[in-house]
């Protein structure tokens, strides 16, 4: 078993990785069905959520079916990372983690995100008043380093564990390659094999298929592994790892009877959450992944992102359903590059 201060985890967890625009309600709901163990929120701003803004706290919901469940924050300044920390405390989720990873301009612009990985300093402040703000215990998920010439992980893990930390994230790659290139574990072991560290390590970077989880999981020794974008369109990673490294055989590809209802599901989620016409809005961008692969899928996906009533997307959906029953479907091929998303 793993442990999360309080929270006990299976040996090996899989954890969805929070991700903008993608970790909503909706979506974890599926893949909280498909066998992830542990979620995050999407991030959020810490000066948004102090000016209340409408966005921010709408991504404070969080629901009993997800837990355990972790709501993410950034920010680069002590105060507003603190209150931050004492408003995520009364929505009562089960953990608090705090985003040093994320390498987009908007975030780092500001002094948030991976940017504060070039001030271990100030990482190291930023941790103490969260950490002193709140009862929940407190993560960080963060990248390597800056750049090549930085890349500082294995300090960064001892000092955020001497902050109070309870787990750790790493993802494989510097601020500077953002999603380019291979992600390099190697550092991410030196961290878990580092024998000062005696908090959980979840690894990140470039996890797609349950074969390599297993050879990630023997080679570099991590507690877990964080997965985002391998499981947009296709939340059905986590039970095939997990199958995988219980049986050492592959699951069947989800048929299109699966795929067709976890689209169901994530859309009826959507316009629960988001109301009827933003929620079928935001639920456009999934189709494609979801029904990626399908022969001559085309155009029923085109129509998937026209139709504006919910009563003709499902009745659309039933009908590719009753068209490609009995189809096989080939195993995934998946392009990460494809799928990049912008923060992690």
Not at 18 to 38: I, Q, T
Not at 190 to 216: C, Q, S, T
Not at 255 to 282: A, D, F, M, N, Y
Request: hydrophobic share 40%; charged share 25%.
């Amino acid at each position: 078993m793993i442990l999360i201060g309080n929270i006990t985890l299976p040996d090996f967890p899989l954890l969805l990785a929070p991700m903008e625009d993608v970790s909503d309600p909706p979506f974890r709901a599926v893949c909280k069905d498909n066998g992830a163990d542990l979620m995050y929120t999407e991030f959020i701003s810490s000066e948004g959520l102090i000016r209340d803004a409408i966005k921010s706290r709408q991504k404070l919901d969080v629901f009993d079916y997800e837990k355990p469940i972790g709501i993410q924050i950034f920010g680069g300044d002590e105060e507003a990372m603190a209150m931050s920390a004492k408003i995520v405390d009364a929505v009562n989720p089960d953990l608090l983690d705090i985003n040093f990873g994320c390498p987009v301009k908007k975030v780092v612009s500001k002094g948030a995100g991976a940017a504060v990985l070039k001030d271990i300093d100030l990482m190291e402040r930023l941790t103490k008043a969260c950490v002193n703000s709140t009862s929940l215990p407190v993560t960080v998920k963060t990248r390597l380093g800056w750049d090549e010439e930085s890349r500082n992980i294995v300090e960064v893990a001892e000092r955020l564990q001497d902050a109070g930390i309870k787990a750790l994230s790493v993802h494989g790659r510097t601020r500077s390659q953002l999603y380019k290139g291979e992600a390099d574990w190697r550092l991410i072991a030196e961290v878990k094999n580092n024998p000062r560290m005696h908090i959980p390590i979840f690894g990140n970077g470039d996890i797609d298929a349950p074969e390599k989880a297993l050879e990630y999981k023997h080679r570099y020794g991590v507690d877990g592994i964080m997965i985002g974008r391998a499981a947009i369109g296709y939340p059905w990673i986590f039970h095939e790892i997990k199958h995988y490294l219980q049986t050492g055989t592959h699951l069947p590809a989800p048929t299109i009877e699966q795929r067709v209802g976890v689209i169901k599901k994530h859309l009826q989620k959507s316009i629960e959450w988001k109301g009827q016409t933003l929620g079928i809005l935001e639920m456009r961008r999934h189709y494609g992944n979801y029904l990626k692969g399908l022969p001559n899928i085309k155009e029923y996906r085109t129509k998937l992102v026209t139709l504006k009533e919910p009563e003709a997307i499902f009745s659309l959906l039933d009908d590719i359903n009753k068209a490609y029953t009995g189809i096989e479907i080939q195993p995934r091929r998946i392009n990460m590059d494809e799928l990049a998303y912008s923060c992690g």
